[in-house]
DNA sequence: CGCCCTGTGAAAGTAAGTTTCACCCGTGGC
DNA sequence: GCCACGGGTGAAACTTACTTTCACAGGGCG
């Protein structure tokens, strides 16, 4: 009854390698060679062939094979790739990152990289997690049944303003963007029931952008505001508002985390705006692809 | 050896199946059909031999083993180790978000918020993950020695080079961005060793930019590429290449993926830069924070 | 002393992975 | 329009890795 079939058929939870450590006494000496091996690095292990393993266990590739099965495992191919899974798993303490922090003056590259990323990452999810789908559907639907949409923003949220603009643009609706405050202000004065205007502005106190959205608003157009600052001025003179969820952390960072929450949130409307009517916003968008197209090279394979 | 001598040599830090598709597109048909499947779904494709997953991706063996070639692997048998690797690191499948799929047609708004933000999230984690340090560290002390930056982006690359330039130009460096192919080629022609051009473009195949950053290097400058595909047209023309790691799902996410990668990069490396001289950097940075104050309302408390 | 039983590796056998090669097909020159 | 060319491909030959078989060595026990 032994080992040799099957001891503990098809369950070792506790992780391979404590596996195969709980049940080395219970193996012949060969294998306990093998599993000494295999214990103590099994990346290494998981990189070798059946005939190195049993090389370096001073044994024949058989007691491997025999090894395998003792351990619950079909043969050597399943080992191995067991062995890589879980070595790959037992890495990694994600180090040090400075959550929402500064970025030591010490640092070097790899770990700004890390850095940033990680809090460029958090930024959107966070953002995504305390959207109000809610608000969001009211937007969605005020834009898509608009008669034309204003969007305004200054600066860095400019970015932001004509992405979206362009965006709305490509799937068919009549959308504008101002990088000028007195044209914004201009084009805000003939807005008018049905329409809708849209301001963002990270700290949410740009006057230029406040302004405009005021202008809009007593004209009867509907008025969203983006900002990270729930009870910054701007919300006073929107009707919907939608918040971003950038911790900044210091200027060094380029204000950058707040731009991609930003952009987050404009794909969400863009993509909720698109998906109340995908057959023409595909149409739309395929016309607009095909468009760029004649400025690719390599028309032959590298089409992405 | 033909044909395929290791084109990225052997350096996929970030991860296998980012690396795999961002050569995706510059494979061949048949090494694509494999290469989806992998990417698809790594556990299992470790778990199949060659033949079987040569079957399931309708091809032979022999395309497989050029497919591992082609990502940089010695044989299957190592694909199949590296692949069992990366799919237990990426731990658990986060619910039925789809991955970099698509968005299924009767989602409502909190579904499509979730995947956006879950894809948005990723790009800009798989970029930071994958980037090369060494490089990026070789490009920010170009352009921290540039006498010129140009930077050159075309359609939506165009607004990150447009922030490029912007956060450059706050920290006191000189830089350019040009929207125009035509301006952009006169300033090309005008650049002088010391000098760094930039070029961003997603796909890596858009001819304007290509020329520009053509015409840069003849010039004598430093060029320097910003794409998704390691292997596109325009890392011909580059001096040091820099990848994004957006799955770009379909044209419905309107691209906002790769630009979330593509300002993470630049943040990086605007950073980087700033780092370099930390207290000039600084004193510019507060000195253009500074500026845009007075456009801001209720100074008293929102600082931010 | 000899029997059986376990552990073992050598060798044979099978399956997996790899290389070679000829074919197809689209491209570009003549 | 023809032909040479070259990349992409799979069939088949080949090599290597894995698995099985088998014989034998040693040790306990009747």
């Known amino acids: 009854m032994a080992k040799s079939p099957k001891i503990s058929a098809s369950h070792e939870p506790g992780g391979l390698i404590v596996h195969i450590s709980g049940l080395l006494p219970s193996l012949s000496p060969a294998e306990q060679r093998?599993?000494?091996?295999?214990?103590?690095?099994?990346a290494a292990a998981a990189r070798r062939t059946i005939t190195d393993l049993a090389t370096a266990a001073e044994t024949s590739e058989a007691t491997v094979i025999r090894f395998c099965r003792s351990v619950g495992m079909d043969g050597y191919p399943q080992l191995r790739i067991r062995l890589a899974a879980e070595a790959a798993r037992r890495i990694e303490p994600?180090?040090?990152?400075?959550?929402?922090?500064?970025i030591p003056p010490g640092a070097d590259l790899a770990q700004i990289i890390a850095t940033i990323a990680f809090n460029d990452a958090r930024a959107v999810e966070e953002t995504a997690e305390q959207l109000d789908p809610a608000?969001?559907?009211q937007v969605v639907e005020a834009i898509a049944g608009a008669g034309r949409i204003d969007i305004y923003g200054a600066g860095a949220s400019g970015?932001?303003?004509?992405d979206f603009q362009q965006k709305l643009h490509r799937i068919g609706r009549i959308a504008f963007y101002f990088p000028d405050v007195h044209t914004?202000?201009?084009s805000a004065a003939l807005l008018g029931r049905g329409d809708v205007a849209v301001g963002i502005s990270h700290t949410g106190s740009t006057s230029d952008v406040i302004e405009v959205l005021e202008q809009a608003r007593t004209r009867g157009a509907v008025t969203v505001a983006l900002t990270n600052f729930p009870r910054s001025p701007?919300?006073?003179v929107a009707d919907f508002v939608l918040t971003t969820a950038a911790r900044e952390t210091t200027y060094r960072s380029g204000a950058t985390a707040s731009r991609l929450a930003q952009l987050t949130v404009v794909d969400c409307l863009?993509?909720?705006v698109a998906a109340r009517?995908?057959?023409r916003a595909r149409k739309a968008l395929e016309a607009t692809a095909e468009a760029v197209q004649s400025h690719r090279v390599g028309a032959s394979r590298r089409r992405a």
């Open 34 to 42: 093998v599993a000494r091996l295999v214990v103590s690095d099994p």
């Open 234 to 236: 701007i919300t006073e």
């Open 135 to 137: 608000v969001c559907e």
């Open 184 to 186: 914004a202000l201009t």
């Open 94 to 102: 994600p180090d040090a990152r400075v959550v929402g922090g500064d």
């Open 270 to 272: 863009f993509v909720g």
């Open 159 to 162: 970015f932001v303003a004509s």
């Open 277 to 279: 009517n995908r057959s």
